[in-house]
C-alpha cells in the first residue's frame, strides 16, 4: 500500500515530543468508516500551539496533527457518504485524542464528518475551518440571545486573528455596530476593510480594574480571556450577553459578580469540539448565506502544508493576520 504524507507528532527521547513530516499508509489508521482524501486544512491557534509545543494539546502519541480538513469521500463503509462526496470535519478531539486533518489519507468514524455545504469549495471551507466556525457559533450566540442588528453594538477582542477577523465581517455585514480591538494599530485598515465601524487599542477598553465601568456595548465576541474579557464584561450594558472562546491573552479571569447580578449580563462559554451535529450544521448553513465570500478572499491566505511548522511559529508570534488554508 502507498504511503501518503503526514504532520506527525512523536514522543521522543529527551524531548517532550517531535514533529515532522512521515509517510503512513491507510492500515497505521485507526478504524473508521469513511476515508477522505484531504484537499485543504487549516492553521488555528490550537494547531499552532500543537506544532510548536507550546501548549499541551496532544493527548495521545503518535499524533497526526490538524483539528480541521476538507476533501473527498475515497470509500465509505457508512451508509449516509459515497465515494465522490465533499465533506468536512472540524474538532472532534482531531489533533488531541483522534488522528487529524494534516495528511493526504484519513480514515475517520462517520460521525464526525459532514457534508461540504454546496456554496462552499474545500479551501473556502477551510479557510472558514474551525476558527471560522467558532465565530458563527460566538455569532449564534448573541442572535439567539436577541441582540438586534442596527440597534446593538458588539465588541470584537483579537479582532484581527482567525476567529476576530471572521466575527468582524460576519457582525459587520448582519448591520451590528462593530467595535474592533486590535493590539497591533497597523490592522486598522484591514479591520475598517471587514466592516468594523471603530477599531480600538486594547489599552482603549480597559476598565481600569474595575468589575463595573460605564455601559459600551451589548455583546462581546472575546478570544482573549484575562483583562480583557474582564474588561469588556465590566463595560456590558444591561441584559448584555459577552461570548467567551478563547485565551490568546490567559486562561485567567478576575471579575465579581456585580456585572451578572446588578446588569443581567450573560456570560456564554462557546466550545467549538464537542458541538452537537445540528447546532454544527446549523452554524455552517449560516455560514454559508452569511459569510461575504469576497471578504473570506480578502482575509486568508493558502500555503501548501508544508510550510505548517513555519506559519505555526509565526502565528504565535503574531505576524500573520485572518486566516490561514494549507493545500495538501
Ligand atoms: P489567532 O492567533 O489567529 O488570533 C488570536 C488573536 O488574539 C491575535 O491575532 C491577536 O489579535 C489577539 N491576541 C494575541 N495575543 C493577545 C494578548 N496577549 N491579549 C489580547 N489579545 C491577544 O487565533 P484564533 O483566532 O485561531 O484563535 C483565537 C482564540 O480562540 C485562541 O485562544 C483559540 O484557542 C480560541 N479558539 C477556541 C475555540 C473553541 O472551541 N472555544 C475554537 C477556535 C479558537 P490582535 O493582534 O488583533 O489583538
Not at 14 to 38: M, S
Not at 201 to 221: F, L, N, T, Y
Amino acid at each position: 500500500m502507498t504511503a501518503t504524507r503526514a504532520l506527525v507528532a512523536r514522543v521522543t527521547e529527551g524531548k517532550a515530543y517531535a514533529v515532522g513530516f512521515e509517510g503512513l499508509t491507510l492500515e497505521d489508521w485507526p478504524a473508521g468508516e469513511v476515508v477522505i482524501r484531504v484537499a485543504h486544512s487549516g492553521l488555528n491557534y490550537k494547531d499552532a500551539l500543537a506544532i510548536t509545543g507550546r501548549a499541551p494539546i496532544i493527548r495521545s502519541f503518535p499524533m497526526v496533527l490538524g483539528i480541521d480538513l476538507a476533501g473527498e469521500v475515497v470509500s465509505s463503509d457508512s451508509a449516509r457518504f459515497a465515494a465522490g462526496d465533499k465533506v468536512l470535519v472540524n474538532g472532534w478531539g482531531l489533533s488531541e485524542t483522534r488522528w487529524g486533518g494534516y495528511s493526504e489519507l484519513v480514515r475517520m468514524p462517520e460521525s464526525v464528518v459532514q457534508p461540504l455545504p454546496a456554496e462552499f469549495s474545500t479551501e473556502q471551507a477551510m479557510q472558514i475551518g474551525t476558527a471560522g466556525y467558532t465565530a458563527m457559533l460566538c455569532v449564534m450566540a448573541l442572535t439567539d440571545h436577541g441582540l438586534q442588528p442596527g440597534r446593538d453594538a458588539v465588541l470584537v477582542t483579537g479582532a484581527s486573528g482567525g476567529v476576530g477577523a471572521v466575527a468582524v465581517s460576519l457582525l459587520a455585514r448582519a448591520g451590528f455596530h462593530v467595535i474592533a480591538v486590535s493590539g497591533r494599530a497597523e490592522q486598522e485598515g484591514f479591520l475598517r476593510a471587514l466592516g468594523a465601524a471603530e477599531v480600538l487599542g486594547r489599552d482603549a477598553i480597559s476598565a481600569g480594574g474595575r468589575p463595573m465601568a460605564k455601559e459600551r456595548w451589548s455583546g462581546v465576541v472575546d478570544v482573549a480571556g484575562g483583562a480583557l474579557l474582564a474588561d469588556a464584561i465590566a463595560q456590558t450594558r444591561y441584559d448584555g450577553i459577552v461570548a467567551a472562546c478563547g485565551m490568546a491573552g490567559g486562561g485567567g479571569l478576575e471579575t465579581t459578580v456585580y456585572p451578572f447580578i446588578l446588569r443581567g449580563v450573560t456570560l456564554r462559554g462557546v466550545d467549538s469540539v464537542m458541538v452537537p451535529m445540528a447546532r454544527r450544521e446549523r452554524a455552517w448553513a449560516r455560514l454559508a448565506t452569511e459569510l461575504d465570500r469576497g471578504l473570506l478572499a480578502e482575509l486568508s491566505e493558502t500555503h501548501d502544508f508544508r510550510a505548517l511548522p513555519k506559519l505555526a511559529a509565526d502565528l504565535l508570534e503574531g505576524r500573520l493576520k485572518g486566516r490561514i488554508a494549507v493545500r495538501l
